[in-house]
């Protein structure tokens, strides 16, 4: 019986990218690392520079979606600039559906990265080569920066240590498509990468609302003013840590705790200001409501005994 032919090789094309036209981003984790109260598990975000092999290591206790953006945040601080486009894998963070090129992109993760200006670029399932730079700097960070068997006071300690060390080994290191040392590449890579924007806190839930006519939106069961001037309009809702942001025209124009026991966030400074030929500014406070604030924004010891006589005093 004749044996059937060997398959035949398949081979890839190694590609070498210009200067800031790419990095590669992965998650790498650790276990039982020493910090703060005691041993815990942490994660290594790491992006690369595909030209110069410029790392960055920033450490998180989660992979969440606060934690992915600020790990974004915090590399490209380091990087002091932003390359076009930024290759990932297909965790939930950056690919909502699907994987590759198909593959639908976060909703939340496509707001961050129009906001800083970048390109999302999802490697194929199964094609671990197609970002092979960031998972050699994963073995880097194992091989030279790596926490396990030390005690750190905090995370930032850790995060302190981590950047000297990759600071130390890039200034060794050669990039072997340039010739120099990783640090010399990354300086002249610097006037190739985008300008550092002010980059966005990090947030896990973006909406588009619309502002209705008491100048209000409906952000997680709660209602959020926002300055009358944007009635009618569609806004962007930002849950951050701790806080929502309210956007319009790519610019916040309001901050408001998150998540709040009240329901209802008043801001009478959303009431006030001019309208335009669109919109008609609210009318203002009453004698009776400008009384009443008056009253209401004295100290406690100093609101008349009589609240209602004070009050009816306006009425005459």
């Known amino acids: 019986m004749q044996e059937a032919p060997k398959p035949r090789i398949r ?157 130390m080994w890039s200034r060794k290191a050669v990039c072997p498509i340039t010739g120099l040392s990783v640090h010399e590449s990354w300086q002249h890579e610097l006037e190739h990468l985008a300008s550092l924007p002010i980059l966005p806190e990090p947030f896990d839930i973006t909406v588009t609302r619309s502002v209705y006519l008491d100048c209000m939106v409906y952000f997680e069961n709660h209602s959020y003013p926002v300055p009358f001037i944007h009635v009618g309009r569609e806004v962007e809702v930002r849950g951050c840590a701790g806080r929502v942001q309210i956007l319009a025209d790519g610019k916040v124009i309001r901050e408001h705790p998150r998540g709040t026991k009240e329901r209802l966030i008043y801001d009478p400074s959303c009431y006030e200001g001019d309208g335009d030929a669109r919109v008609i500014a609210p009318p203002p406070f009453g004698r009776m409501g400008s009384r009443l604030q008056e009253i209401m924004d004295m100290a406690v010891e100093e609101r008349p005994v009589d609240l209602y006589a004070a009050l009816a005093e306006v009425a005459r």
């Not at 939930?92 to 390109?119: C, E, H, L, P, S």
Request: aromatic residues 10%.
């Open 11 to 167: 081979t890839y094309r190694r590609v070498e990218t210009p200067p800031g036209a790419q990095s590669q981003t992965d998650w790498g984790e650790f276990k039982d690392i020493e910090i703060g109260a005691g041993s815990q598990s942490l994660h290594a975000f790491v992006m690369t520079l595909s030209h110069s092999r410029k790392p960055a290591v920033i450490w998180s206790h989660s992979e969440n979606q606060l934690g992915w953006l600020n790990c974004h945040n915090e590399a490209y601080r380091r990087f002091r600039g932003v390359a076009a486009v930024n290759r990932t894998d297909n965790l939930k963070t950056a690919i909502a559906q699907g994987a590759g090129a198909w593959g639908r992109i976060n909703k939340v993760y496509r707001a961050y990265a129009k906001a800083v200006g970048f390109y999302i670029d999802a490697c194929a399932p199964r094609k671990a080569y197609e970002k092979g730079k960031v998972e050699a700097k994963v073995r880097l960070t194992r091989l030279r920066a790596n926490p396990e068997g030390q005690v750190f006071d905090s995370l930032e300690h850790l995060q302190s240590w981590t950047d000297e060390r990759l600071e």
